[in-house]
């Protein structure tokens, strides 16, 4: 596709000058960017505000709208985000080891930039500014590929970023969006070998599995976030109540959001009522085994399928379970290795969660 091909040819000419671009100028475009964000968020608010009515006509709702929504809150956190990542180390030119061969040779292994960076995303706007962050301190060029319900949001926030290149003397082509979102455009993309040195998708489960199973271009797997809380027998119920309602509720539509509780069966009769009672208020589904709808009358029963599901929603499957191997158990049977925890009090149970969970 022209669009795709010219852009590609763009983002290589400056992914050259990117790679050696200079740690203190790579941190001054971060922060120029980060002050341009807080500093314009009525020309971001004003796209996305396109983008929540067209969403809103096209029968969208709940998590979905939740992820591709932002505020004023928002936009300062992409910018601290920038700032965050201004304070890294500069992995660019590190030396990870050097021997010295029989001969006199030097041997070595250096980091260096991969080159071009294709991202195809859903709908989250945050996206945009977080790959623009991260490509450009390890010295790579961008193109990215969100969804169509963010179009406008994406298009305002890539003209900041653009201009904060700009200012600091990078080519604006360091970062590029795609602005064609047709299906067509993310198969195309997923073709473009010599362009792209390496595809990430950013996405729910059928996203990622579209483009590990099609692209020709290398691919860098990210994670579904299929993730559980487990509440131990050693478990403090003050610590556990607020840890559970943030992680389901502050934001369902995330990838760490919680999408499984665990509790421990000799809890379970003190334990259930207290999180249901907070759960429900919250207008939180759940969907719990037999004892679990046993106690909560207004819990559905789990099939199967909801062990294994990344709701990315007010919903919550909930089991009760008869040991930490249990729990561990099901987290390696149903977890997609995102992001696990577990609350105790115990230090050999909090330890063994750690060695043997792979998350």
Not at 116 to 141: H, M, Q, W
């Amino acid at each position: 596709m022209e669009e795709l091909n010219h852009k590609g040819m763009e983002a290589r000419k400056a992914s050259r000058i990117l790679e050696r671009a200079s740690s203190d100028l790579k941190n001054r475009a971060l922060t120029t960017a980060a002050t341009l964000l807080t500093g314009q968020p009525e020309m971001i608010l004003a796209a996305n505000r396109l983008d929540l009515k067209q969403a809103e006509e096209s029968g969208l709702k709940g998590a979905f709208v939740e992820r591709l929504t932002l505020n004023q809150a928002k936009i300062k956190s992409m910018a601290e985000g920038l700032l965050a990542i201004a304070t890294l180390e500069d992995p660019v030119g590190e030396t990870l080891w050097m021997k010295k061969r029989p001969n006199g040779l030097q041997i070595g292994q250096r980091r260096v930039p991969l080159g071009v960076i294709g991202i195809i995303y859903e709908s989250r706007p945050n996206v945009t500014a977080d790959v623009f962050g991260l490509c450009l301190k390890t010295g790579n060029a961008a193109l990215l590929r969100g969804g169509k319900e963010a179009i406008h949001t994406n298009k305002a926030i890539l003209e900041i970023l653009q201009k904060s290149l700009v200012s600091c003397g990078l080519p604006a082509e360091g970062v590029q969006l795609v602005e064609d979102t047709s299906r067509e455009s993310a198969v195309a993309m997923m073709k473009m070998n010599g362009l792209l040195d390496v595809l990430i998708p950013r996405g729910g489960a059928s996203l990622i599995r579209t483009v590990v199973e099609n692209s020709t271009v290398p691919v860098i797997e990210t994670g579904v976030g299929n993730c559980h809380i487990y509440v131990d027998e050693a478990a403090d119920f003050d610590m556990a109540l607020p840890i559970i309602m943030n992680a389901k509720t502050q934001r369902p539509g995330v990838c760490n959001a919680a999408e499984s509780l665990l509790i421990h069966q000799s809890v379970a009769a003190r334990f259930l009522p207290l999180v249901g009672k907070q759960l429900h208020e919250a207008g939180v589904e759940i969907r719990g085994d037999e004892q679990v709808t046993a106690a909560l009358p207004y819990a559905k029963a789990a099939t199967e399928e909801d062990w294994g599901t990344e709701y990315l929603d007010l919903i919550l499957s909930v089991k009760v379970v008869g040991s930490v191997d249990e729990a561990i158990d099901h987290i390696h049977r149903y977890g997609t290795k995102h992001s696990e925890s577990i609350v105790t009090n115990d230090y050999a149970h909090a330890q063994k969660f750690l060695d043997e969970v792979d998350a």
